[in-house]
């Protein structure tokens, strides 16, 4: 049975010089002239299974990896730029699926004309070696983010060379794998290229591909990598959905977020990633770049630690979350790129119920009240980390650390590196942090179980609660987990997590990038990187 709700639809090789070099321009051509996006940083390993986080790191899987299937790119309505649908998936190495009768097992033919960056063409043994490989290394992320909807490799099986399956033991599991499948946590690998690099100490090759980025079926090969300066793309003739407009593309690191859009600017790059909303808004009001928006589901947010300390008592955390100055920070940080947020789920999910879910808004004397009435006498001090590399969270926390004063707080700001944040979220060894952040996959069991799984490594503010764990339970058993029945308990969710504050949502941000001119195919995704095979120059 064709699955009818979610079908698949049909849908720079020299080193350059100088940042000045002449990009292409709008008489210019993509194939002879570089492409230059520029950013904060290069991802720090090629290997999924060992450093699957961080913006530069996932844009990298996205465009030299490819998944079975992917979102739907949509239209964007009310000036919005084009975008995902979420309930809907499009084929890339799977031609098709169907679903069998029961809504158990999933069946993908396989487009076995697809060929990988090594010129190897896809095979269903490139995808069951895959899979293996994600659910058996330790360091391997993939069992915790698809539990208990994908929980060992042994549900895929081979059926020849151009099929494999996928059994789940719920239905309603479905819809949530389908969104699994379609992020780069499921790319699939070469297996041909891995195998010849394995070692009894490394026996699926990670350690080797860390280093070496070209076993992925995506759009792109890395044709030079240069740590610290610049990574050269160039496109994969035989990418399942076809070579990409942009033949090379030089992705330059150029630390200085000012710097990186006075190169679009000046039009001697075409894409600058990682910007301060300030900077967006100067080059969108000098009608110098494109500055898009989109339905973000990107939010700033505060986790708290909930198992020690000044915010184990529920009562300091409510009170901190009356003390934010989210319109100033909104006005003055972001500059109108950013909105109030009410949910952490997607709205535009069938049976979205978002009753009684309101922004955190800020009132001081309900703050005092709140802390007097727990007994607190004295200001109630705390220290917030932050990246030092995040500009926009850096001004957020200045904001942050003026108002709270006024509410009986007394907060001080630590700066620390990247790694060193990245350690200390993972040990649990900050009382406060802020981030910014998103669900990949936009599935409601997905997100809400993504930060406060308990034991998990992400779960930042390390939450462990018996009303929150019943109601996403109860919700994974209500059936289709787009439909109005589960629904109710997303919504109750929601709202421990409004009452308990283990994490103070700030606000929705839009995206930190601007786009020359003449560049088209931005489309917005959930992972919020760029998809270069969608790119093209309004010449091309």
Known sequence: MLNMKRTIAAAAIAVVGALGLAACSAGGNAASSAFVIVTAAQPQSFSYETSATGYEAAEFFKNTGASLIRNEYVDGTGGQAEHEDYNKFAPVLAKSYDVSDDGLTYTFHLDTDAKSTAGNALTADDVIWSIQRKFAVETSIVPFISAPFITKPDQFAKVDDETVTLTLDKASYGYTALSLLANVGYNIYDAKVLKEHTTSSDPWAVKWSGTHPNFGFGAYKVDTYTPGEQTIYT????????????????????AD???????????????????????????????????????????????????????????????????????????NVYHGRADSISSILSDADPGFDGSGLTA???????????????????????????????????ETAVQIQTAVKDAGFDMTIDTVNSSTFQAGLAAKTFEASLGRDYAVVQSPPYVLSL???????????DFDNAELNQAIADGNA???????????????AQKVLQD?????????????????????????????????????LASS
């Open 360 to 394: 955190n808004e800020t009132d001081p004397s309900e703050a005092k009240k709140i802390l007097a009435d727990a007994g607190y006498t004295e200001p109630v001090q705390f220290t917030l980390t932050v990246n030092n590399s995040v500009p926009d969270l850096q």
């Open 257 to 331: 977020a000012g710097q990186r859009a006075n190169l679009v600017k000046s039009g001697d790059a075409q894409i600058a990633a990682q910007l301060r909303p300030a900077d967006q808004v100067e080059l969108k009001d000098a009608d110098a770049a494109q500055v898009f928006d989109v339905p973000t589901n990107a939010y700033v947010y505060m986790p708290l630690l909930t198992t020690k300390g000044t915010f184990e008592d529920v009562a300091v955390r409510r009170a901190l979350a009356a003390a934010i100055p989210y319109d100033k920070i909104n006005e």
């Open 235 to 254: 496109a994969n003739a035989g990418y399942a959905e076809g070579k990409p407009s942009i033949a090379r593309i030089v992705q330059r690191v150029v």
């Open 478 to 492: 209500a059936g289709d987990p787009t439909g109005a029945e589960a629904g109710k308990y997303w919504n109750a």
């Open 500 to 536: 308990q504050m283990p994490t103070i949502y700030i606000n929705y941000v839009q995206p930190l990038n601007a786009f020359a001119k003449d560049v088209d195919g931005y489309v917005f995704r959930s992972d919020n990187v760029i998809d270069y095979s969608q790119l093209q």
């Open 451 to 461: 930060f406060y799984t308990p034991g998990s490594a992400i779960n930042w503010p």
